[in-house]
């Protein structure tokens, strides 16, 4: 299994939208998704419209970073109170 690390990147580059990294922005996005509602090939656009230099293919696997943001790992061992679902049709 690949670490945090590799599969969230350098967590000193921000995004140019929301000005987060790269951990930051995927939890910020699962948090709101309850209301937003986003599919899984819309995260995907948002992560890569935040960081559109960065050639990285775990943006294209948001099921798998959801998993790991339900389990509390990217938050610090923290689990979310509102389990991030998916809204794909």
């Known amino acids: ?3 945090n690390a590799f599969l969230l990147g350098e967590q000193t580059m921000r995004g140019q939208i929301h000005n ?3 951990q930051e ?3 910020f996005l699962f948090k709101n998704n309850a209301r937003d509602r986003l599919t899984d090939a819309q995260i995907s656009l ?5 960081f559109p230099g960065r050639d990285s293919k775990v943006f ?3 099921n798998l970073v959801r998993g790991r943001y339900n389990r509390g ?3 610090k061992g923290v689990v979310p109170k509102v389990k991030a679902v998916r809204y794909d049709s």
Do not use: R
């Open 60 to 62: 294209d696997e948001v």
């Open 25 to 27: 922005t995927w939890v």
């Open 20 to 22: 987060k990294n790269v």
């Open 1 to 3: 299994m690949k670490s």
């Open 73 to 75: 790992l990217l938050t």
């Open 46 to 50: 948002q992560m890569k419209a935040e």
